[in-house]
């Protein structure tokens, strides 16, 4: 069975992804130090099984190609 949730971005980070620092799981993010993680490329399921582990981080979706926050 497939696990749903809900994604809430209240402020969406205006920050570009291109000047960003490469790193393994995405980019790091010098003005809020921390990794922005790249599911651009992952599936529903993985993008799940990241926020239940981390909980509260930065993503980049491929919905609009913008970073926010996951809570």
């Keep these: 069975?497939?696990?749903?949730?809900?994604l809430n971005i209240p402020e969406p980070c205006h920050e570009d992804w291109n000047e960003m620092t490469p790193k393994q799981q995405g980019r790091h993010c010098m003005v809020c130090?921390?990794?922005v993680v790249d599911f651009t490329k992952q599936t529903d399921e993985q993008i799940i099984k990241t926020i239940e582990v981390k909980g509260?981080?930065?993503?980049?979706?491929?919905?609009?190609?913008?970073?926010?926050?996951?809570?």
């Design 1 to 6: 069975m497939r696990k749903s949730i809900t």
């Design 56 to 71: 509260d981080l930065c993503g980049r979706l491929k919905t609009n190609n913008s970073i926010e926050k996951l809570s």
């Design 33 to 35: 130090n921390k990794t």
